[in-house]
């Protein structure tokens, strides 16, 4: 007994695998049909079992045009039939997009995070004033901050200076003044209290949401 198997090896490949084999195989007979009637009736039935396959699909904005589009990859764009939403370019589906270039840093000190150049730049369309100059201090607290959470150890001033002056380009030069920054201990208390905060609000949160499920549990 000779048995007709087919084996997947000795199948072609799906061109939207989500929607099955036997969806595939309609679509190719659907395009074998001579009459563009029966094609366009054949078309509109598997359109509506496609919806039906992907029911999700009903929330996406214009989802039958989505569909129709759909019908004509899978055709390989050989289906030859008016769509009530034109056929889509197969070039332009086609087209490969652009490359994605990659994120540039702003300079080498990442631990300082990205954010630290906006607010050198803010900094720098200040004009010169007791506002611009505290605030050019609060960056340098911010860059001690930053560099004793990477480091975990103590750091001069001066190291921040000719940081904040190499990320100004020159600009912002505290290198020679009297000034000088928090403390290490104080910096590295606060971070460590706002984590601290942070992990006592979130256990808070966890045992108010837990103690709710209760009273409801006993309501029952």
Known sequence: MNLDLEYNSE?????????????????????????????????????????????????VPDFKH???????????????????????????????PEPLAYPKLASKYRFYGHNIQTMIKVAL??????????????????????????????????????HLRELSNGEIDLTKTNETLAESKILLKKSTNGRSQQKHQNNRNKNSNKNHRNHKNKQK
Not at 11 to 33: A, F, T
Request: aromatic share 8%; hydrophobic share 40%; charged share 30%.
């Open 11 to 59: 199948r072609s490949l799906m061109i939207i695998p989500e929607y099955g084999r036997h969806i595939q195989k309609l679509v190719n007979h659907c395009i074998d049909l001579e009459s563009e009637e029966e094609r366009k009736k054949m078309a509109n039935a598997i359109v509506d079992v496609m919806g039906n396959l992907q029911p999700h699909l009903r929330d």
């Open 125 to 162: 369309s200040w004009d010169d004033g007791e506002l611009r100059t505290a605030l050019i201090f609060n960056i340098a607290n911010h860059m001690k901050k930053c560099y004793l959470n990477w480091n975990k150890d103590t750091v001069d001033d001066a190291v921040i200076f000719d």
């Open 66 to 96: 989505k569909l129709w589009d759909q019908i004509f990859i899978m055709s390989d764009f050989k289906l030859n039939i008016e769509s009530p939403f034109g056929t889509p370019d197969q070039e332009e589906l086609q087209a490969k």
